[in-house]
C-alpha cells in the first residue's frame, strides 16, 4: 500500500498557467519530498521540506505543508512543455522513503 | 560525479526463469534502496540498506526475491523463479545516510515476463 496519495490523479494545462497537486498522508514525517518523473526515466528529486516548515521555494516551484492536516501541495508556475511529467509525493520517517500514486501533469503548448 | 547506475536497461525473460539485476549507487552513499513500480503507479519499497544491512526488507516477498548488498557499495536483486505479475519496472536509489536529504535514482530496468 502506498503512504501518500495524489491529487488529482490527472493535470492538463495550457503552458503559462500555473499547476497545482495535492498530497496527503496518513502517518507523521520526518519530511516530505516531490519528484518529477519524465516518461520512460527515473525519478528526479524537486524539492524537499521538513517537518518543521510550512512553505518553501525553489525557482518557479512552490510547496507547503501543513502536518496537522497531513498534507502538501506542489505549485508549478508559469509551466512550460518541459513540465510534462508524473509528480510524486514522498514521505520519509525513520528512514522510510515511501511514495504516493502520483499526479500526470500535461501541458499543452 | 556519475549518478546511480543501473543494469540492464531492459531484460525480457519467461516465466519461472531467473532474473537478476545490479545496481552501483552513488559513491559514499550509505543508504540503498530498491523499488518496484507498475505501470501508472508510484514506486513501492522492497528493501533498505544501510551499508551492507538490509534494515527493512519487509515488502520483499522473499519466496522468491533475493538481494544482497556487497561490502555495503553494489547491490544486487535477484528474482527466481520470475512469474507473469513480476512485469515492473525496478528502481534503485541511493542517499547519504538516508537521515532526511534527498534520494538519487536509476534510470531503472524494466522487466517484461512472458
Known amino acids: 500500500s502506498q503512504q501518500g496519495e495524489e491529487d488529482p490523479q490527472a493535470l492538463s494545462i495550457q503552458e503559462g498557467e500555473n499547476a497545482t497537486m495535492n498530497c496527503s498522508y496518513k502517518t507523521s514525517i520526518n519530511n516530505l519530498q516531490w519528484y518529477r518523473q519524465n516518461s520512460g526515466r527515473g525519478l528526479v528529486h524537486l524539492i524537499l521540506i521538513r517537518s518543521n516548515e510550512r512553505e518553501k521555494h525553489s525557482g518557479r516551484l512552490r510547496v507547503t505543508l501543513d502536518t496537522s492536516k497531513k498534507s502538501s501541495s506542489l505549485l508549478i508556475t508559469a509551466s512550460r512543455a518541459a513540465d510534462t511529467a508524473s509528480y510524486f509525493c514522498?514521505?520519509?520517517?525513520?528512514?522510510?522513503?515511501?511514495f504516493g500514486a502520483g499526479t500526470t501533469v500535461t501541458v499543452r503548448a | 560525479e556519475a549518478g546511480v547506475v543501473q543494469s540492464p536497461r531492459y531484460k525480457i525473460i519467461e516465466k519461472k526463469q531467473p532474473v537478476a539485476f545490479w545496481c552501483n549507487p552513488i559513491s559514499g552513499h550509505n543508504t540503498l534502496y530498491w523499488y518496484r513500480q507498475n505501470l501508472g503507479q508510484g514506486p513501492e519499497l522492497l528493501i533498505r540498506y544501510e551499508n551492507e544491512e538490509a534494515v527493512d526488507d519487509s515488502q520483499l516477498p522473499k519466496d522468491r526475491f533475493s538481494a544482497e548488498r556487497l561490502k555495503g557499495v553494489d547491490s544486487t536483486l535477484k528474482i527466481q523463479p520470475a512469474e507473469l505479475g513480476d512485469s515492473a519496472v525496478y528502481l534503485c536509489a541511493s542517499s547519504l545516510e538516508g537521515s532526511g536529504t534527498e534520494a538519487f535514482f536509476g534510470q531503472g530496468t524494466r522487466l517484461t515476463v512472458v
Open positions: 514522498a514521505t520519509l520517517l525513520d528512514y522510510k522513503l515511501s
